[in-house]
Each structure stands twice: as structure tokens, then as C-alpha cells.
């Protein structure tokens, strides 16, 4: 399906992949050379060159002998002046739109999307009132998605530079294989303090046909219909959201906690979440995390396809006692 010039495609990888290595080369050279490395200069000269970058990758991709799936990104933000222009402009090169609904920002995050929105017309920004549901304000950005391929992104991730090109392959080739009934799960990068800590392989489904919606109000997951394919691949994000030196973790896990409660009310049965509630009250009240996992253990064991998750409560059982 869709099979066309695979020896052009890769031809037009590695020609644009040393591409966007040279301009990133220029803008480092350049900086050093004006003995102007510093932040606000290099993030102007740095947005110039994305900007450069996606224009020209997007006209190699509008030739007539290439066929590639559109993809679009797609955010939900609120406060994220931190680190939402780093997001944009990782992901710019490698999809065809960014998609971004914020939820009720009252710092600066939307003049700075407003403003990439200028300069780029890929970057679309939308609002939409947070009504305490993570999958509703997702659902709500892929119904605005004009592409059929989906990937999903949070402002304090980003997506490093050689990872661009592994949007293209796999979208082109697992559409190809199993006619666009495939969802990828993606490589998660941890950072703690600059440096990648460690990685969770199966932390994500973030690569899907957009038609796809998510459910659970916190730590939302894909909704999988029967006869789709869930495989990996090795694209890698990098996350930093979780790192002390950068964000208010007490906050963060506060609504988690609530958000997580709520949603167990409407959902007891849900061994998943059971799970991330175990997770959530690591270090701070390790037994009841316990109670959590073996409430998420007796449910599991009683379902159907629950071997990733089990896998997950006991490397967080793991991680409960070594804490201890």
C-alpha cells in the first residue's frame, strides 16, 4: 500500500538528515565565532534556523516522487514558558503541523506559541477549558489534527534532532505493512540535571493513526480498538519533566494524587491506575503504595493481556523497597 521510490526515500533521509546537521553546525560556529553564546541570542539564532530547516525539508517531501505520511504533533500545555518554545521548535522539522490547546496559561506560554505561530504557519494554537481530565484536553487536540498520522508530545519533552527522520520511516513503512492499524510505543528519556538518567522503553504509545483517542482522566493511555497492532520502535524523546532541579515535583504530585483518586472512583476496577497511584506515593507513604500494587496485582491477574502491566507493578514494587 502506498510503496513507491524507497531507494529516492532514503536517498532524501540521509540528504536532509546532513542538512539539518550542517545548520546546526553554522548557528554553533557562528555564536562561538560572535563570541555572543548566550541564551537569548542563540535561541533567536537557533528558532531562525528550525524555521529555515522545516521549509526546506517540507519542499523535498511535496516531490512528486515521494510518498510520506502527514504527521502531525500534537501538545496540551498550561505554564510552560520554561520549555515550550524548546518543544516546538525539536519537533518543527519532522512533522507536517503542531497542534497546540492550551488549557489556561497564565504566564507566557501563549505569546510564545502565538509568536511561533507567526513565523511558521505549521504551528496552530488553540485553547480549550481544563475541566480536570488529561484525555479530554488530548482528544480534543487530535480532533484538530488535519493529518493521518499522529504524534503525541508534552512541552517539557522534546525530540532530539536524529530522531527526525524516524517519524517519516516508520509511519511510511508500519502503514505500509499493516494498513495504518498500528500504534508505536516510543523510547522516554529521562533527564536529571543535563544528563539522560535512564530510558522506558515501553512508557508510551506517542505514534498512532490520529483517528485513535485516549481515556483515564490522569496518566491517560491509548484507547486500542480490536485488530490493531501495538509494536515498538526506536524513536527517542527526551523528558525532564520530572526532574527537581526544573519543576515543583510536590505540586505536580498533588494533582496527580487528587486527579488519580477521582478517577478510581468512576473506575475502581482500572489495575493501571491502581498502579500509578502506587507510583505517585513513593517516598512519601510507601505502605499504602504497596496496598496500591497488590490492589493493581489481584486485578490484573484476573484479565486478559495484563503481562506488560504486571511487569510494571513489580518494577515498581522494586523500586518501593529499595526507597525503603
Not at 548566550?38 to 535561541?43: G, L, T
Not at 514558558?81 to 507566557?108: F, K, Y
Not at 516508520?170 to 502503514?175: A, G, P, S, V
Request: hydrophobic share 40%; charged share 25%.
Amino acid at each position: 500500500m502506498r510503496s513507491r521510490g524507497k531507494a529516492v526515500d532514503m536517498h532524501l533521509l540521509c540528504c536532509a538528515s546532513r542538512c539539518e546537521n550542517v545548520l546546526n553546525d553554522v548557528i554553533v560556529e557562528t555564536c562561538k565565532v560572535s563570541l555572543l553564546w548566550i541564551d537569548s541570542y542563540a535561541v533567536k539564532m537557533h528558532q531562525q534556523i528550525v524555521l529555515l530547516l522545516s521549509k526546506i525539508i517540507d519542499k523535498q517531501l511535496c516531490r512528486k516522487d515521494m510518498i510520506f505520511m502527514g504527521i502531525s504533533a500534537a501538545l496540551i500545555v498550561k505554564n510552560e514558558e520554561r520549555c515550550i518554545s524548546r518543544c516546538i521548535l525539536s519537533v518543527l522539522p519532522a512533522v507536517d503541523e503542531v497542534i497546540v490547546v492550551d488549557t489556561g496559561s497564565t504566564d507566557n506560554t501563549i505569546e510564545i506559541v502565538s509568536k511561533l505561530a507567526l513565523e511558521s504557519n505549521k504551528v496552530k494554537l488553540f485553547h480549550f477549558e481544563w475541566i480536570d481530565d488529561f484525555s479530554a484536553a488530548r482528544n480534543f487536540s487530535l480532533s484538530l489534527v488535519s493529518n493521518d498520522w499522529a504524534f503525541v508530545i508534552d512541552a517539557d519533552e522534546l525530540l532530539p534532532k536524529e530522531e527526525h527522520f524516524k517519524l517519516r520511516k516508520y509511519t511510511k513503512m508500519l502503514d505500509d505493512t499493516y494498513d495504518g492499524k498500528v500504534a508505536l510505543y516510543i523510547v522516554s528519556d529521562s533527564i536529571t540535571n543535563g544528563e539522560i538518567s535512564h530510558s522506558h522503553e515501553l512508557a508510551y504509545i506517542r505514534l498512532f493513526p490520529s483517528c485513535l483517542r485516549f481515556k483515564d482522566r490522569i496518566h491517560e493511555t491509548l484507547d486500542i480498538p480490536d485488530g490493531f497492532h501495538v509494536t515498538t520502535c526506536d524513536v527517542h524523546i527526551h523528558h525532564d519533566g520530572y526532574d527537581a532541579s526544573v519543576v515543583d515535583q510536590v505540586q505536580k504530585r498533588n494533582r496527580n494524587l487528587i486527579l488519580l483518586y477521582r478517577n478510581l472512583v468512576d473506575d475502581p476496577n482500572n489495575a493501571r491506575l491502581w498502579m500509578q497511584l502506587g507510583r505517585e506515593l513513593i517516598g512519601t507513604d510507601n505502605e499504602k503504595a504497596l496496598g496500591c500494587l497488590d490492589m493493581a496485582s489481584s486485578i490484573a491477574v484476573s484479565s486478559e493481556d495484563n503481562d506488560l502491566i504486571l511487569q510494571w507493578i513489580e518494577d515498581t514494587r522494586k523500586a518501593i523497597i529499595a526507597a525503603v
